[in-house]
């Protein structure tokens, strides 16, 4: 897979791209990741890439035409009202980091991962000029309800979480499976464990992963659950299952009565 990154702070990648999954992905040529400088599509000696909005307001906003340059470039072809439009590859995605974007989840992940290429648009200052939303990007992302400095760490955890989907990325194909928000923890549980909680119909929800527990046994006087070290293998799955959904009830709630 292919992700290119467009930013005006191409130097922020050099740290990020360097480290765990991401690296050792790259090493093994399972993604390839390209930076692209956003000012080099700038015709003026300042090399502006932003200006006031109109209407009035506070700060900045990334100007269209720097943007729709870069992305042509990358695909080598135009794209919107240009006179020779390029059809988009259905293979390909656009994606606008943007706090107004829709919520990046683990199922979105899994949809990015079946691609063959992302282009990253990094947002900065107070936006990104509207056009570029409803007629560049392929969809507008948000990695949560806050609000950063730019886009550049979104992309950087959508490219982790997209990578690590990728056959061959993880040294255990099951890791990306068995964890929060996985598609093995949406499954519906079965009746014998729906009797080991009391709220049958929260258990359809999306659940979180299970807690994890090692040596030693003993620590400072909390101790690892008897099941786990009993050696049954079917106890151990139903403690799993019912703590992950005490553990998803406690901090996401929200999760809960999803299905």
């Known amino acids: 897979m292919r992700f290119d990154l467009i930013t005006i ?11 765990g999954i991401v690296r050792r992905a790259r090493e093994a040529s399972l993604i390839d990741v390209r ?12 090399r502006t890439v932003d200006d006031r909005p109109f209407g009035g307001g506070e ?9 729709f340059e870069a992305v042509e470039s990358l695909l080598g072809h135009g794209v919107g009202n240009t006179t020779q439009p390029g059809a988009m590859e259905s293979n390909t995605a656009i994606v606008l980091l943007s706090a107004a974007g829709r919520l990046f989840k683990q199922e979105s992940a899994r949809r990015l991962a079946k691609l063959e290429r992302i282009i990253f648009i ?16 392929t969809e507008e992302v948000s990695i949560g309800d806050f609000v950063l400095s730019g886009g550049e760490l979104p992309a950087m955890l959508v490219i982790d979480a997209v990578t690590r989907l990728l056959p061959g990325a993880l040294g255990n194909e099951a890791s990306s499976q068995n964890e929060s928000f ?14 080991l909680n009391q709220q049958t119909a929260e258990a359809d929800g999306v659940l979180l992963d299970y807690p994890h527990y090692t040596r030693p046994a003993e620590f400072r006087g909390w101790t690892v659950p008897d099941v786990l070290i009993g050696g049954n293998h079917a106890e151990v799955a139903k403690w799993r299952q019912k703590a992950a959904l005490e553990k998803t009830r406690r901090n996401r709630p929200d999760l809960l009565l999803r299905g």
């Open 122 to 137: 990094c947002g900065r200052y107070e936006g990104v000029d509207e056009r570029v939303a409803e007629h560049l990007a």
């Open 35 to 46: 930076v692209q400088d956003l000012r080099e599509f700038t015709k003026d000696r300042h």
């Open 59 to 67: 700060g900045m906003v990334l100007k269209p035409e720097p943007l």
């Open 182 to 195: 996985s598609v093995s923890s949406a499954l519906p549980i079965s009746s014998a464990q729906r009797a």
């Open 9 to 19: 702070f191409p130097e922020f990648f050099a740290g990020p791209l360097e480290h």
